[in-house]
Structure formats: structure tokens, C-alpha cells
């Protein structure tokens, strides 16, 4: 059984789920991919045409 830890009121973690990694609620899109895509320097446009389920 997997052991879900709350960091916040917008992020989870289950090692069951992405090895761990930490998680956004709303979507289930893991922290170290948007925080990726803004080191890139994605406008906040281009952040949701790829992560369609931000809008």
C-alpha cells in the first residue's frame, strides 16, 4: 500500500506514483516538470498548450 504524503495544500507525493515524485493536485502533473518548463522560459501560454489540463 502506498504512503501518500501531503507537502502542501497543492502538492502530493506517493512513492507509488512517479517514483516519488511530487505532484500537483489539480492536474497530477509532477513539480519537476512545470518547474523544467519555466527554466526554459515557457510564457504561461506555452505552459498550458503543453500541459492541457492546467487551463
Known amino acids: 500500500m502506498s504512503q501518500l504524503?501531503?507537502?502542501s495544500r497543492h502538492?502530493?507525493?506517493d512513492?507509488?506514483?512517479l517514483a516519488g515524485e511530487p505532484l500537483i493536485l489539480e492536474n497530477r502533473h509532477s513539480l519537476?516538470?512545470?518547474?523544467s518548463a519555466w527554466k526554459?522560459?515557457?510564457s504561461?501560454?506555452?505552459k498550458t498548450e503543453h500541459f492541457d489540463r492546467m487551463r
Open 11 to 13: 502538492l502530493r507525493q
Open 40 to 42: 526554459r522560459g515557457n
Open 32 to 35: 519537476r516538470a512545470i518547474i
Open 44 to 46: 504561461p501560454e506555452q
Open 15 to 17: 512513492p507509488d506514483l
Open 5 to 7: 504524503h501531503s507537502l
